[in-house]
């Protein structure tokens, strides 16, 4: 191959060494939600720090990539080179059994963002989400583009050591921060995300000392992107001879543990560990010849655990035993509250109480009238003018008063030291609930799965979550909600069963799951399109390298990425797809397809 052609070919890589490095991507952008109607959601400006920049870099870059992909598509087109040739070049285009799943997913990933009533934010992005269609696409573009431009070895290594450059630095700053030492807070790293204007405000995360975030939004997703990167570098250690090399690596691999553990990301350590057990599996031999560095790697791995966990105080293993908890919870004493048109219902250990607010009525205790569900006076006693204490000893601790905000009254009702404010006084003569950011609405009472009953604190309260997903599927099997919507589809007006599990009254913006994510947005036969498209990747890969010797660097690479994306669909279970670490999905999955591709054919040049 001739200079020029190398350089050209190694200029069509340069998007995706720069997707390796969207991760890092970080700064200062506020807009509106656009979700100022919503009774449960505060105010509508917002500020961004993490994700917005990531959204443009991951359009602008994967629009860059269609405009190669059909510019070189066109070019083999009206080459002059042999009929024969041009077969070999477009059989790559061609190559439907791998793709045909994959173009479904994307496709109702699309109908589904036209056809939904939240389409807006299926085009400009959601709050905490910022993975529009747009993005969707961006990831089957990068996918394909990975695929057919990956060609030489060198190739695989270039994109391999840029994204091990960029996950350096991710997991450097991560590991100061797991030792109490933010990047983020220095003045110095203000400056990376914030204008000069905001560089001297005081700048809090809602993540405390010492828990690592990076640049990733969230400590959960340091898990997941761990989770695809370890592997690789645990290979690279087995495998490369070059003692710098090795020590390059094992710094890497120092600062991508002590991240992991530093971030507290139970779903993270326990995938990655079931992940690595296909890692010996596949490179069995190779752990055999290095059995004392894969000794003192688990000896330095045992230390770093443990010497996080005794730095936080034992709650690396506390929060692992929580997360594999699966004894069944009590109900919680308060189970429902209905806010109907002439009354509100407490539904509390079984027992209900009943109350209404009687304007003009001559004492405190008749302007709250309370009755038990046979409409039986319940007893109260009066604490002062504007409060009653309730007697009766089904509704230990209850006290109800009157309260007003904006000139209205409402029923304060006091349950387990949580204060509820309730009115039918805003024009239309039905109870409404007073949320936490001043609106009123409507208590939901949603329907639920059954899986999750008694096992709604499963994986730290996302069995709560996930009882209440399950049921809209019903609704969204062909065509989805839309890219980016779930907050809206969510029953996050279920305040009674936020407050029990955990959630408060903090929005629900996403399932905690990759599967329910697509399922519930872009569709259940889309999930199925995305997992037969993950199925054929493995089963081909499993072929591939159980039979392989794993001695080329390709066939080692190509096992690595295997078990790292094995690793990132495990961590989905307990995660869903972020903008943040998604990109190096499905750059390393393009990756992944392009060298199975190519071994099975004999297409991989040196």
């Not at 070019?75 to 024969?84: D, E, P, Q, W």
């Not at 006693?381 to 009653?388: F, K, P």
């Not at 961590?571 to 670490?581: E, P, Q, R, Y």
Request: hydrophobic share 45%; with cysteine; charged share 15%.
């Amino acid at each position: 191959m001739s200079k020029a052609k190398q350089q050209k070919k190694n200029r069509l890589l340069l998007p995706l060494i720069l997707v390796a490095f969207i991760p890092l991507i970080m700064y200062y952008h506020a807009y509106d939600t656009k979700l100022d109607s919503y009774p449960w959601f505060g105010t509508a400006m917002q500020v961004d720090v993490f994700l917005y920049y990531k959204m443009v870099a991951i359009i602008v870059l994967s629009i860059a990539m269609l405009i190669c992909l059909l510019g070189y598509y066109y070019n083999i087109k009206v080459s002059s080179a042999s009929k024969l040739k041009k077969e070999k070049e477009l059989q790559v285009f061609y190559s439907y059994k791998t793709w045909i799943p994959l173009m479904i997913y994307a496709t109702l990933g699309l109908l589904s963002t036209i056809f939904s009533q939240y389409s807006y934010w299926g085009y400009h992005g959601m709050t905490q989400q910022m993975e529009t269609v747009w993005v969707l696409l961006g990831y089957v573009i990068l996918t394909y583009y990975g695929y057919v431009f990956v060609r030489t070895i060198d190739d695989i290594r270039t994109i391999i050591k840029w994204v091990l450059i960029s996950s350096g630095i991710v997991c450097l700053i991560g590991a100061f921060q797991a030792f109490g030492l933010d990047f983020y807070k220095s003045t110095f790293g203000k400056y990376t995300y914030l204008p000069a204007s905001l560089v001297n405000e005081e700048v809090e995360f809602v993540f405390e000392k010492g828990r690592s975030y990076s640049s990733l939004y969230n400590p959960n997703y340091v898990g997941v992107y761990v989770s695809l990167l370890l592997p690789i570098i645990i290979v690279l250690i087995l495998v490369d001879k070059n003692r710098k090399m090795l020590v390059a690596y094992l710094s890497l691999l120092a600062a991508v543990i002590i991240s992991l553990f530093g971030s507290g990301s139970k779903s993270g350590i326990l995938c990655i560990a079931v992940s690595l057990l296909l890692l010996l599996v596949l490179f069995r031999k190779k752990v055999i010849e290095q059995w004392k560095l894969l000794f003192v790697g688990v000896l330095l791995l045992c230390i770093a655990f443990f010497g996080v966990n005794a730095l936080k105080g034992n709650a690396l293993i506390d929060s692992l035993k929580n997360a594999l908890n699966t004894t069944k919870s009590e109900a919680p004493a308060l189970s429902k509250i209905e806010t109907n048109d002439d009354n509100v219902t407490v539904v509390y250990n079984g027992n209900e109480l009943v109350f209404q607010f009687v304007e003009n009525a001559k004492s405190l205790e008749e302007q709250l009238s309370l009755t038990d569900g046979s409409g039986e006076k319940i007893a109260v006693s009066e604490i002062d003018d504007a409060t009653l204490s309730v007697l009766d000893e089904r509704f230990p601790n209850f006290t109800v008063g009157l309260a007003t905000y904006q000139d209205i009254y409402y029923v304060d009702i006091n349950i387990d030291g949580k204060a509820w404010y309730f009115t039918n006084q805003d024009g239309d003569n039905t109870y409404k609930y007073l949320t936490i950011v001043g609106k009123l609405d409507k208590i939901s009472q949603p329907e639920f799965s059954n899986l999750f009953v008694g096992k709604e604190t499963f994986a730290s309260n996302r069995g709560f979550i996930w009882s209440r997903t399950l049921p809209l599927l019903k609704k969204y099997v062909f065509l989805g909600s839309g890219a980016d919507s779930f907050l809206l589809v969510y029953p996050n007006d279920e305040y009674v069963g936020k407050n029990n599990y955990g959630y408060g009254e903090q929005n629900i913006t996403k399932p905690h799951n990759l599967y329910l994510q697509i399922a519930v947005q872009t569709g259940v036969v889309s999930l199925i399109a995305f997992l037969a498209f993950y199925l054929i990747y493995f089963v081909t890969s499993i072929r591939l390298y159980m039979k392989s010797k794993l001695e080329t660097y390709e066939t080692q690479i190509g096992a690595a990425i295997l078990v790292g994306t094995f690793g990132y669909m495990l961590t989905g279970i307990s995660n869903d797809s972020c903008i943040a670490v998604a990109p190096i999905f499905w750059l390393l999955m393009g990756v992944g397809i392009a060298i199975n591709y190519r071994l099975k054919n004999g297409q991989l040049e040196k």
